[in-house]
């Protein structure tokens, strides 16, 4: 399954089908990227980050790509799990703004067993 | 668990009220961060400090007051609030200045009657 995250809120996957969720940014300038997952009821949690001088990340399950040409940002989850329905938020850190992280919309993702 | 502590994790207050949120790491961080977040909504930020010293104050109204008495710790103090603040308020640290991932508690959930 995948989402256009900011224009497509939701996103429903079977279990085991791969998901992606994407992000467009805005800021052409901005140089590290980071997307979060969001539980009920719970803070955001550290997924997984990239920067602008990398096109693709890989970590545990997940994999992240990233377009500057076109400033688009995504995540890929392998094999999704129902432990993985969740809000996922991609997060960009413009440049010479003293660590502050501009957050997406959100992508709510939802996992069918 | 989040290595990032927050307290209370729910808060009801009338808008005469004066509370505090604290937030607490032992991670060694050097940078904090409060943020607000509305339902539904992605992470808003709010203040951030650096160093122990604020860095950053997201034209936040002067009825929201953060406090970071040391390096482990960071307060935000509350008074005449209005049920417009009602909100989760997220509590975030990272090791330094600069594009690093930053760590999040599980938030506070505040309620103004």
């Known amino acids: 399954g995948e989402s256009v995250g900011l224009h497509l809120p939701t996103l429903s996957v079977q279990e085991g089908d791969n998901s992606i969720i994407n992000c467009a940014y805005s800021n052409s300038a901005s140089d590290y990227f980071i997307w979060y997952k969001q539980e009920s009821g719970k803070g955001p949690q550290f997924i997984i980050d990239i920067r602008s001088n990398m096109d693709k990340r890989q970590g545990q399950r997940v994999t992240v790509l990233l377009n500057k040409t076109v400033k688009h940002l995504s995540l890929q989850i392998a094999a999704t799990q129902p432990g993985d329905s969740a809000v996922y938020f991609c997060?960009?850190?413009?440049?010479?703004?003293?660590?502050?992280?501009?957050f997406g919309t959100g992508t709510s993702l939802t996992v069918i067993p | 668990d989040t290595e990032v502590t927050q307290t209370p994790k729910h808060l009801v207050m009338g808008m005469t009220n004066k509370k505090s949120l604290k937030c607490e790491q032992h991670?060694?961080?050097?940078?904090m961060y409060w943020y607000k977040q509305k339902a539904k909504k992605p992470p808003e930020l709010m203040f951030v400090y650096s160093y122990e010293k604020l860095s950053i104050n997201e034209s936040v109204p002067s009825r929201f007051s953060p406090e970071c008495p040391n390096s482990s710790l960071l307060n935000l103090h509350l008074h005449a609030l209005q049920p417009e603040d009602s909100a989760l308020y997220l509590c975030?640290?990272?090791?330094?200045?600069?594009?690093?991932?930053?760590?999040f508690g599980d938030g506070t959930r505040l309620s103004i009657l």
């Open positions: 997060a960009e850190a413009r440049p010479n703004t003293g660590n502050q992280f501009y």
């Open positions: 991670m060694g961080h050097r940078a």
């Open positions: 975030a640290s990272s090791q330094g200045p600069g594009n690093q991932p930053q760590h």
